[in-house]
T-cell receptor, first 112, second 112 residues
Framework: GESVGLHLPTLSVQEGDNSIINCAYS??????FIWYKQESGKGPQFIID?????DKRQGQRVTVLLNKTVKHLSLQIAATQPGDSAVYFC???????????FGAGTTVTVRA | DAGVTQSPTHLIKTRGQQVTLRCSPK?????VSWYQQALGQGPQFIFQ???????QRGNFPDRFSGHQFPNYSSELNVNALLLGDSALYLC???????????FGPGTRLLVL
């Protein structure tokens, strides 16, 4: 599968392979994190979330990993499909704060 | 169950004009947040409304103001439009006490 160790703005993936999208967050106090998918011309769509008391959380075809030591978040997509082509954003939320702070997005392109 | 809805979908204004954007939250949600998303960037938090009051504000000038109505719907007003205000304006809603924010499709504003 395709994977990157650092955040890259673009990721090209072969259909059927696994994808890994990385995100570095900025606030060590953040205790809630969300991954969003944004397709062209649409608003961000909730994918999966994780709290800081967890290291891993799984959804349907997606897994989020949290490494608080290095302030790193990753999203794994299993068996990537053409419909997974989109921009993916991670967002963090510190305690006692109502806003979400978004990271730089990663554009995922799925090759047939 | 309708998700977050926004109107209008697209809008063209000229510099110096004023604009009002509208948002209806997801059913059961009482908190509304507004974000600005410039092309190629992640959403930036403008402000959040809860119980008809601005609860938190991001780093945006006073030209940006808002309102929340008793039915939880919300408006974003921008005065004295600048070319740099051209962006996708996103509304997100959440239920009381939940950090997860669900986004609408956005309003694309073009300032000429």
């Amino acid at each position: 599968g395709e994977s990157v160790g650092l955040h890259l703005p673009t990721l090209s993936v072969q259909e059927g392979d696994n994808s890994i999208i990385n995100c570095a967050y900025s606030n060590s106090a953040s205790d809630y994190f969300i991954w969003y998918k944004q397709e062209s011309g649409k608003g961000p769509q909730f994918i999966i979330d994780i709290r800081s008391n967890m290291d891993k959380r799984q959804g349907q075809r997606v897994t989020v990993l949290l490494n608080k030591t290095v302030k790193h978040l990753s999203l794994q997509i299993a068996a990537t499909q053409p419909g997974d082509s989109a921009v993916y954003f991670c967002a963090e939320n510190p305690p006692n704060d109502y806003k979400l702070s978004f990271g730089a997005g990663t554009t995922v392109t799925v090759r047939a | 169950d309708a998700g977050v809805t926004q109107s209008p979908t697209h809008l063209i204004k000229t510099r110096g004009q004023q604009v009002t954007l509208r948002c209806s939250p997801k059913s059961g949600h009482d908190t509304v947040s507004w974000y600005q998303q410039a092309l190629g960037q992640g959403p930036q938090f403008i402000f959040q409304y809860y119980e008809e009051e601005e609860r938190q504000r991001g780093n945006f000038p006073d030209r940006f103001s808002g309102h929340q109505f008793p039915n939880y719907s919300s408006e974003l007003n921008v005065n004295a439009l600048l070319l740099g205000d051209s962006a996708l304006y996103l509304c997100a809603s959440s239920p009381t006490g939940w950090e997860t924010q669900y986004f609408g499709p956005g309003t694309r504003l073009l300032v000429l």
